[in-house]
């Protein structure tokens, strides 16, 4: 079982919509959650970056981790065209300063 | 100041051919990373520095040698690489304390011939 499980898509969703990406992982040790977006042939922007369970909103984005069930989400809502992107969950808190990334989920917003 | 740079943007080279990379942050970070990136892959850790010292070397190939002259560069020096090295190299920054908050650059996209 890998570190971090994200499915890569495509994901293809109207515009407008709202849209769910989700990772699992398997070690317990992770206490540092974040979601990159990463536009094709640029550097991965950081979203969302939050320490153990609960909820964190920044505008249209909202991530969710799920700390009993090992479970990550980011919701955006009022999806826009600009927003289509890859977008990679990334976790950390092994003790160093080394973030595991999932493989990233593509993201297509429909006009 | 709250972004990373790279220079060049693109590089081409062969491989016997010497090259470096260049990254620069002005945030006051004291971690500095070196990533590979494959298409549609995610990125790869290759190196981290922290307080200018090397703390992590994810095994990498000694044809890439990283050094850091100062806490706000990072360097990457190429030497004799092969084809299948071509990619995306990324350089990243973070306060310590904060693992995750990394702070990445556009990157440098290299071929090699």
């Known amino acids: 079982q890998k570190e971090v499980e994200q499915d890569p898509g495509p994901l293809s969703v109207p515009e407008g919509a709202i849209v769910s990406l989700n990772c699992t992982y398997s070690?317990?040790?992770?206490?540092?959650f974040m979601w990159y977006r990463q536009y094709s042939r640029k550097g991965p922007e950081l979203l969302m970056y939050?320490?153990?369970?609960g909820n964190k909103e920044d505008g249209r984005f909202t991530a969710q981790v799920d700390k009993s069930s090992k479970y990550i989400s980011l919701f955006i809502r009022d999806s826009q065209p600009s927003d289509s992107a890859t977008y990679l969950c990334?976790?950390?808190?092994?003790?160093?300063?080394?973030?595991?990334f999932g493989k990233g989920t593509r993201l297509h917003i429909l006009p | 100041d709250t972004e990373v740079t790279q220079t060049p943007k693109h590089l081409v080279m062969g491989m016997t051919n010497k090259k470096s990379l260049k990254c620069e942050q002005h945030m006051g970070h004291r971690a500095m990373y070196w990533y590979k990136q494959k298409a549609k892959k995610p990125p790869e850790l290759m190196f981290v520095?922290?307080?200018?010292?090397?703390?992590i070397n994810e095994s990498v190939p000694s044809r890439f040698s990283p050094e850091c002259p100062n806490s706000s560069l990072l360097n990457l020096h190429l030497h004799a690489l092969q084809p299948e090295d071509s990619a995306l190299y990324l350089c990243?920054?973070?306060?310590?304390?904060?693992?995750?908050?990394?702070?990445f650059g556009p990157g440098t996209r290299l071929t090699v011939l």
């Open positions: 520095y922290s307080y200018e010292k090397l703390s």
């Open positions: 070690n317990s040790a992770f206490q540092y």
């Open positions: 939050t320490y153990s369970s």
């Open positions: 990243a920054s973070s306060t310590r304390g904060a693992p995750g908050e990394q702070f």
């Open positions: 990334a976790m950390s808190g092994g003790g160093d300063d080394k973030i595991i």
